[in-house]
């Protein structure tokens, strides 16, 4: 299972930091990564980061305000957020791939686990 926090009401130009924790499975060896999805779009994948080897990847639209980390101990994944945008509006999800074929999966599809998300709603 995989629960969301850290959403909130932000200004633009504010920050938040999402947490992902993870019960009944361990993400240290598995890829997870972030999706949003802001209203009346489809769902979109933000950042990833592969369990076993750290690497980290980002969309374009979030890449230099946003970072992905892992907290092994606390079996958790965040993802903080600066510099937000009203563009960043949006329900963010975590997800699990557990056999990740690539070292960061960005395609929704091969992801197993989902969480039930958290809405980020940044104003102007």
């Known amino acids: 299972q995989l629960v969301e926090s850290g959403g909130d009401l932000v200004q633009r130009g504010g920050s938040l930091r999402l947490a992902c924790v993870a019960s009944?499975?361990?993400?240290?060896?598995?890829?997870i990564g972030w999706f949003r999805q802001a209203p009346g779009k489809e769902r979109e994948w933000v950042s990833c980061?592969?369990?076993?080897?750290?690497?980290?990847a980002y969309a374009d639209s979030v890449k230099g305000r946003f970072t992905i980390s892992k907290d092994n101990v606390k079996n958790t994944v965040y993802l903080q957020m600066n510099s937000l945008k009203p563009e960043d509006t949006a329900v963010y999800y975590c997800?699990?791939?557990?056999?990740?074929?690539?070292?960061?999966?960005?395609?929704?599809?091969?992801?197993?686990?989902w969480g039930k998300g958290t809405l980020v709603t940044v104003s102007s």
């Open positions: 997800a699990l791939d557990r056999h990740p074929l690539e070292d960061v999966p960005t395609d929704a599809a091969v992801y197993d686990y």
């Open positions: 980061i592969n369990g076993r080897h750290g690497t980290q």
């Open positions: 009944e499975i361990s993400l240290e060896y598995y890829a």
